[in-house]
């Protein structure tokens, strides 16, 4: 029953992706940090690398980081919060399929309008980076789209479970950006992250940031270690885990403290 | 004028009012305006550790304009974007009518509806980031650079907001337009960092395009001594054209205007 719902689930996410597609492309245009963070840091390095980035290597590095990051986007946690608020969600309780299934399926939706409008980005990257600061073996290619699967995994998941507190308290969007904060800082996504004190990286490991876009990145840019990609992804997919399972916890006990104000 | 110095006032003693009924948010909103501003040092001061000089500018420098940005996105957050959010909310459901029925100047009203005192946190975070930098200068700014700093201060906030209500304007048309703000917060942010630093393309939409330069990049260097006149006059002229641009196309959508519902 449930599964039989996904196809249909996922053509409507299509369709509601394409009808808002002026919003949809407003909302990837404000996805620029990468390339405003590329073309400081290589004003950086104009006159030398910088610890392993020379101006092409940070040109791999971060167009990559900008393709995962289009990959990987999500949103539920706005849904959520201005649903929960508005007691809207009652109308998902209603429909035999679990709504965190359904914000899946939206939101899983629009990525191959995502893929569609990240090719020029990719097509600009083949071309700058043909000079070997891409990763030339196939493994690390076949992997990557796992490691993406499981950077949107985490992404969505966190957004789930910061979405889930908007049953508590009022200010689950003021929480997130402070999830945001600390995703720009050890994701990779500012700095990357060999760039930062030694103990700052190794805090980084230990943190689910860095699953979410150093990983993909580090990882088809060669940047990442042979010997490391098998533990890096099982950590990823550990996190991944993890998150579902508080995500399932937070969901039903917010549930049960759930009652639709006006609707 | 006195008559729209009173109305100022009456608004901006409705907002604080209903700001003193939030004071868990102050709380809370305090102490995270005051994290961030220490968060947002950190790529500063990983780029620095690499680099003690950036085309031209020192770390010192550096944190001048990061500063300014502290302060100027405190200006955003706490005075401009709660009423430009309300207008659109107000376009969306059709009540702007409300508005202009009023009598008094539709912009005006709408531009002041809303403030949120708490964000003077921001000011003190900027005062602190200043303090620091010019301490590790070793000199503390002339009184005059002081002065062309706060006047570059005038011409950045008031660009602000005129960059605010062509947003706002734009909202007559496209209607969902949260999408919009979002992208504007989302280019806002390279305001950190001196505009000088970047080049070609960047260094152009940033300068002319979506003058960030004017907004902290300019006022920093003002309070360093390193502004010329000549930019100087040219910030101030191109506000001046910005702001009058922007009340031209805001006047233009307005006429646009079709009371949704209600």
């Known amino acids: 029953m449930r599964l039989r719902a996904i196809p249909t689930l996922l053509r409507i996410g299509l369709a509601e992706a394409v009808a808002y597609r002026a919003e949809f492309l407003i909302w990837l245009l404000s996805t620029n940090m990468p390339l405003v963070m590329l073309a400081l840091w290589s004003a950086a390095a104009a006159d030398g690398p910088i610890g392993r980035y020379d101006t092409q290597a940070l040109t791999a590095y971060f167009l990559t980081g900008l393709v995962v990051r289009l990959l990987t986007g999500a949103w539920v946690i706005w849904a959520l919060d201005a649903e929960i608020k508005a007691g809207t969600l009652s109308y998902r309780l209603l429909r035999p399929v679990p709504p965190l299934l359904a914000y899946a399926c939206e939101n899983l939706a629009a990525v191959p309008l995502r893929l569609l409008l990240s090719l020029p980005v990719t097509a600009v990257l083949l071309f700058t980076s043909s000079d070997g600061h891409l990763s030339g073996e196939p493994l690390r290619w076949l992997l990557f789209p796992l490691a993406v699967a499981g950077a949107w995994a985490i992404t969505f998941l966190a957004m789930s479970l910061v979405g889930a507190l908007a049953f508590y308290v009022e200010s689950a969007g003021s929480i997130f950006e402070l999830w945001m904060g600390l995703f720009g800082v050890f994701s990779g996504y500012l700095v990357p992250l060999d760039l930062y004190p030694p103990w700052m990286e190794a805090l980084s490991r230990w943190l689910p940031f860095r699953y979410m876009l150093a990983f993909p990145v580090e990882l088809v840019t060669g940047l990442l270690p042979a010997e490391r990609i098998a533990k890096e992804l099982l950590v990823q997919w550990l996190f991944v885990g993890g998150l579902l399972l508080l995500v399932s916890l937070a969901w039903r006990r917010g549930l049960r403290h759930f009652s639709a104000v006006g609707g | ?262």
């Not at chain 2, 770390?59 to 974007?81: H, Q, R, S």
């Not at chain 2, 006047?151 to 337009?177: D, E, G, N, R």
């Not at chain 2, 504007?184 to 305001?191: R, V």
């Open chain 2, 1 to 262: 004028m006195a008559r729209y110095l009173q109305l100022l006032g009456v608004q901006f003693r409705a907002s604080a009012a209903s700001a003193m009924q939030y004071r868990a948010a102050f709380l809370v909103e305090g102490v995270l305006s005051l994290f961030w501003a220490g968060w947002s040092l950190v790529p500063v001061l990983v780029l620095f550790g690499h680099r003690p000089v950036l085309q031209g500018w020192s770390f010192e420098e550096a944190l001048v304009v990061m500063g300014w940005f502290v302060l100027m996105k405190g200006i955003l957050e706490g005075a401009v974007n709660p009423s430009l959010q309300a207008v659109v909310e107000h376009i969306r459901k059709g009540t702007l009518d409300f508005v202009l029925l009023k009598p008094a100047d539709a912009q005006f009203l709408v531009s002041t509806a809303r403030f949120e005192p708490w964000r003077v946190v921001d000011l003190s975070a900027s005062l602190a980031i200043l303090a620091v930098a010019f301490h590790r200068l070793g000199r503390w700014p002339e009184p005059l650079h002081v002065l062309a700093a706060l006047l570059m201060l005038l011409c950045a906030t008031w660009t602000l907001y005129s960059l605010w209500i062509l947003v706002v304007s734009a909202a007559f048309h496209v209607v969902k337009v949260d999408n919009l703000a979002h992208l504007f917060a989302s280019i806002f942010d390279a305001a950190r960092w001196p505009v000088t630093v970047f080049r070609g393309f960047w260094r152009v939409l940033f300068t002319l395009v979506i003058p960030l330069g004017l907004m902290t990049t300019y006022p920093a260097q003002a309070l360093l001594g390193r502004l010329t006149a000549g930019t100087a006059a040219a910030a101030l002229t191109g506000s001046i054209l910005f702001g009058a641009f922007a009340r031209v196309m805001w006047l233009s959508s307005l006429k646009r205007y079709t009371s949704a519902s209600s």
